[in-house]
Structures are given as C-alpha cells and as structure tokens.
C-alpha cells in the first residue's frame, strides 16, 4: 500500500537540514496547515527543486503522507514573490513575517485565514518597505488570534480620555488612574488604532521616526506575550 498522495500550495516558512543532502521543509499550506515535509536531494547542486523551497517561497506542490514528515514529490513557483528576495529590506520583513506565522501556528491544523493573510502580507512586502510593514503585520495576526488590543477605551475602568499607558497583559491601553505596563504616546496610539481600524495604507505610508519606533517595539512586545502564553499553554497541557 503506498502513501497517499495529496497536493496543496503553500508559503515555505523555514528549512533545516536532514542528512547529508536533504532538507525538512515547513510550509503553511492553504488547506493541510503547517507541515513539515522533506525535500530529498535538495542539497545538491543538481537538485529538482532548485531554490523553489527556500524560505518565502510560494509552491504548489505534490506530497507523499508520512505519519510525521510528509515527503515532497514536486514543487513549482506559483506567481512570484520574487521581488522579497532581490532586496534586503524586503527580505528582512518577509523573514520576520513568516517566522511569527512559524511561531504562532501548530502542525497540521488547517489556518485557511492565516495562509491567506500571510500571502497577503507578503505581497506588500514585496510591493512597499517603510517601518511599519513588520508591526502592522504582528497587530493583524494578534487581531485575527482573537487578541485585538483594547486601544479606545481603559481595560480596567472604560474611560476614553487620557489613555497614557499599554499593557499586554491587560490586553490595551489604560488611563492615568489604572496604569500599568509601559507609557504610550498618543500618537503610537493613533498610528496603531489606524492599522486596526482600517487605514492601514496610511499607516504604511509614515515615514519613519519615533512614534513609529514605538509603534515597532508595542507591536513586537505584544507578539511575545501571546507567543509565551501559547507555548505556556502546549507546556501546561503536554505535561498535565
Ligand atoms: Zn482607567
């Protein structure tokens, strides 16, 4: 009885090496989830797959079911997100944006709406730089995980005005009364309220400076909490 054969396309997130000439590849495909498969040979100057499994790469691709790793048969380049890897900036952000998605997804369980926003996400980042492509991406995936932070109004007492601190563990901003967490600035609270709110675009388009610096670091403070409390989480349950 041989394996089953399935096909699906995916965003190759990582590689890492197996042997002497094969690699593991960690895709997240739009229906199977991440999986982990390997590309046989792929080490090799001659190899088939040529550099279509590096990471960021778009493939369609043709697998064998393995119980634990998948075994890739064919790979092709679907449309090309080439343009990421022709420039170091965009590359460093599309790095980034795959390795949050690595993170924050398990194995084999289907994310058709995280495969899409992270296609989505690439594409800007192949179409645009600018210093808020990275956070913009760490607020939508924590938005889309169902941790949208709070950012009209006081966690803890609901006033509107005089929002001068954030708090990831609180989930949002709070008044001058209740703070706790790091200080905000108004106008990191406006810039994240517009990639929340739908002016993403206008937020893409700031050049950079330190609100957007504050923005970055809200954004990347944010991602660990959730990352942390996810891996906390795997922790509690693997050995309970
Ligand atoms: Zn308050």
């Not at 394996?3 to 199977?32: C, F, M, N």
């Not at 924050?104 to 210093?131: C, K």
């Not at 932070?149 to 609180?170: H, M, N, Q, S, T």
Request: glycine letters at 10%; a neutral charge.
């Amino acid at each position: 009885m041989g394996a089953p054969l399935y096909r699906d396309t995916g965003v190759v997130l990582r590689t890492y090496k197996l042997g002497e000439a094969d690699r593991i590849v960690v895709v997240l495909t739009q229906h199977h989830g991440k999986i982990r498969a390997v590309a046989k040979g792929v080490r090799k100057t001659m190899s088939k797959f040529g550099a279509r499994l590096e990471p960021l790469s778009h493939v369609q691709l043709l697998l064998y079911q393995g119980r634990e790793l998948d075994i890739i048969s064919q790979a092709e380049s679907v449309g090309s997100l080439a343009p990421l890897v022709g420039d170091l900036d965009h590359l460093t952000n599309g790095l980034a944006i795959v390795e949050a998605v690595d993170q924050m997804t398990p194995d084999r369980e289907p994310v058709g709406h995280l495969y899409r926003m992270l296609v989505g996400a690439l594409r800007t980042v192949a179409e645009r730089s600018g210093p808020l492509v990275v956070p913009a991406f760490y607020w939508k995936l924590l938005a889309a995980e169902g941790v949208r932070p709070e950012l009209d109004e006081c966690v803890r007492c609901g006033v509107a005005e005089g929002l001068v601190a954030i708090d990831v563990v609180e989930g949002g901003v709070l008044c001058r009364s209740c703070r706790t967490g790091v200080p905000v600035s108004a106008e990191a609270l406006e810039v994240m309220r517009m990639i929340l709110g739908g002016r993403l675009n206008e937020a893409l388009d700031l050049p950079a400076s330190r609100v957007t610096h504050e923005v970055t670091a809200h954004a990347t403070r944010a991602l660990e909490h959730h990352l942390e409390r996810c891996l906390r989480t795997v922790a509690m349950f693997e050995t309970g």
